[in-house]
């Protein structure tokens, strides 16, 4: 006999039962959640450190990683909304009106690439030359000259341009013909801009982290910067080697201080950069570092606040990773365009401000008639 038979109409009856089946469920279901949630209390609190440290690093990978887009209003150009590099201002960005400052949801997209270039290779020097896609007589006047990966015998050179994404669609096709041609062009989707100079370098770096780490040195210049490689590698990274670890030189540029200028190319605002002294850099003109420093400098940009001013950026990253910059022994590393004459570039590493004839009518100039420069015993800047 049923235990409401009699008692209740089947209707209830039925009811009763469901009801009493839902309590009993749910009474199983409440005392393994405790019991869930105890054994967790009891487990190491180096697990819950462990959890809280891992979402402490994703928040910081989502909210430091600040890219200017190029567009003054802080906008991502179109090739970025449409591979999906949507930007989000931050609050503070908000209060302040500063839309100068939006987080991609993802790093940026090659859009031309060179994975298999450092493949079956461990180069002594990638030279990363800054440049955009108008720039081909340059760089083509570059390949002829001291960019050739075959100017200095008996040393591995890789040599790549760096390219942001350009407005102008038919120049894309143009490019692409220009890299199958010469396999020496990296490219992401971000617009290429003077204010995204940071994000070129950065994927410059990420470049060398990823697809060339055994790398011993690599360079980062600028196209219309004529580079001595031959005086590079015999005079400063082979006669007495420099650590293979943690090595950064060019030209030291050492307590400067944020121009506020509006009119000046180097203003940064203080929302941008709020501090008054900026830490030691180098030139972006040129800078040579050992290769294991690629990796570290793109670490370190996950946690630093991005600015626009691409060698200052470098410098923060380098002090956050407590690396100093070891000043070269003598005038190395010009800023300037310095006059030409054989005996002068025989003795330097950089020249700035060079138009694409120059750097092949130097180079050649050089190769040519070096051998009857006698090299000075002492150098400016030496006692």
């Not at 570059?142 to 200095?152: D, K, M, T, Y």
């Not at 971000?190 to 100079?197: C, E, G, H």
């Amino acid at each position: 006999m049923s235990y409401c038979s009699g008692i209740f109409s089947p209707t209830e009856c039925t009811k009763r039962s469901l009801f009493l089946i839902f309590t009993v469920s749910f009474t199983i279901y409440l005392i393994s959640y405790f019991c869930h949630s105890s054994h967790l209390a009891a487990q190491p609190k180096s697990n819950d450190l462990h959890m809280e440290s891992e979402k402490s690093l994703l928040r910081k990978l989502s909210t430091n990683f600040k890219q200017i887009s190029g567009k003054q209003n802080g906008e991502l150009p179109p090739e970025n909304e449409k591979s999906g590099n949507k930007a989000t201002p931050t609050p503070e960005n908000e209060k302040s009106g500063n839309k100068a400052m939006p987080i991609p949801t993802r790093p940026f997209a090659f859009i031309i690439n060179e994975e298999e270039k450092c493949k079956g290779r461990t180069p002594f020097l990638v030279l990363l030359i800054s440049t955009t896609a108008a720039e081909v007589e340059r760089r083509n006047a570059i390949r002829r000259s001291w960019g050739s990966e075959g100017a200095v015998p008996g040393a591995d050179v890789i040599r790549l341009f760096m390219l942001g994404s350009d407005t102008e669609g038919d120049k894309g096709d143009v490019l692409l013909r220009e890299s199958e041609q010469h396999h020496d062009i990296i490219q992401q989707d971000f617009l290429d801009t003077y204010n995204n100079l940071t994000l070129k370098t950065l994927m410059g770096m990420s470049w060398v982290a990823s697809y060339c780490s055994g790398t011993r040195f690599a360079m980062k210049t600028d196209s219309d910067v004529f580079v001595n490689t031959m005086h590079l590698i015999e005079k400063l990274l082979r006669p007495l080697p420099p650590p293979t670890q943690n090595y950064f030189t060019g030209h030291l540029m050492a307590g400067n201080s944020p121009i506020r200028n509006k009119a000046s190319k180097w203003y940064i605002s203080e929302e941008e950069f709020p501090g008054n002294r900026y830490h030691p850099f180098c030139s972006g003109t040129g800078y040579v570092f050992s290769g294991d420093l690629a990796a570290k400098i793109v670490e370190a940009s996950l946690m630093i606040k991005f600015i626009h001013l691409e060698d200052v950026y470098v410098g923060f990253c380098l002090h956050a990773k407590g690396v100093e910059i070891v000043p070269p022994p003598y005038s190395l590393f010009n800023i300037h365009k310095v006059p030409f004459s054989p005996c002068a570039y025989n003795e330097l590493i950089t020249s700035h401000h060079i138009e694409p004839h120059e750097h092949i009518l130097y180079w050649e100039t050089l190769q040519e008639k070096k051998h009857m420069c006698q090299e000075r015993k002492v150098h400016p800047g030496e006692s």
